[in-house]
């Protein structure tokens, strides 16, 4: 079962335009992270924040997390048509074996 | 260092068949993460090993699959009996351990079941 909802499920925006998707979960956590995912295959890392953080950025990267409201929100900047990708967030729980549980994804697509 | 690898990349199979997947860790990687996504739809969790401890099965959906690990090396996935349903992309991670929480992941061997 997916634990997190995401979205939009879907963006569209010009480049140089900044992308926002936003994630919310239901259980304790001990971190949420994100992900970006090209053409159905492999993941990639993008960022991680742990539950006692509150905003994070990596690059042209921010994220948010509000523990009391069981939401994140991950902000790409001056997008770039290379962006264009889905974008998964993932929740942890060290009691859990830091298993992730995913939302189901926003696909966005960046327009040169 | 090299990453995650998975083989078969693709595999097409017919119903009732049984297939193996397998997946090659990045060395040193105590933990094995195995997730199924499908056509569409995030990541849903499979099973999970860590070391030497007993593996947590419990992601996996129906007792047609099942996983083993060689040490803290390779791991194969299997689905005895395929049904059209087990149609999904398996996604395989590792991480260096419950104290670290980054997943690294393959690229995936994406199953057809016909």
């Known amino acids: 079962s997916q634990q997190g909802e995401e979205d939009p499920q879907a963006l569209s925006i010009q480049e140089g335009e900044n992308a926002t998707m936003n994630c919310s979960y239901k259980?304790?956590?001990?971190?949420l992270q994100w992900y970006r995912q090209n053409s159905g295959r492999g993941l990639v890392h993008l960022i991680l924040?742990?539950?006692?953080?509150r905003e994070k950025h990596s690059g042209r990267l921010r994220v948010t997390l509000d523990t009391s409201k069981k939401s994140s929100s991950l902000l790409i900047t001056a997008s770039r048509a290379a962006d264009t990708a889905s974008y998964f967030c993932?929740?942890?729980?060290?009691?859990?074996?830091?298993?992730?549980?995913f939302g189901g994804g926003t696909r966005v697509l960046v327009k040169p | 260092g090299a990453g995650v690898s998975q083989s078969p990349s693709n595999k097409v199979t017919e119903k009732g068949k049984d297939v193996e997947l397998r997946c090659d860790p990045i060395?040193?990687?105590?933990?094995l993460y195995w997730y199924r996504q499908r056509l569409g739809q995030g990541l849903e969790f499979l099973i999970y090993?860590?070391?030497?401890?007993?593996?947590?099965k419990s992601g996996l959906p129906s007792d047609r699959f099942s996983a083993e690990r060689t040490g803290e090396s390779v791991s194969t996935l299997t689905i005895q009996r395929t049904q059209q349903e087990d149609s999904a992309v398996y996604l395989c991670?590792?991480?260096?351990?419950?104290?670290?929480?980054?997943?690294?992941f393959g690229p995936g061997t994406r199953l057809l079941v016909l």
């Open positions: 991670a590792s991480s260096a351990g419950l104290s670290e929480e980054t997943q690294y």
């Open positions: 259980t304790s956590i001990n971190n």
């Open positions: 924040i742990r539950s006692n953080e």
């Open positions: 993932a929740t942890g729980s060290r009691a859990a074996g830091n298993k992730l549980t």
């Open positions: 060395s040193g990687h105590t933990a």
């Open positions: 090993f860590q070391g030497n401890s007993a593996p947590d």
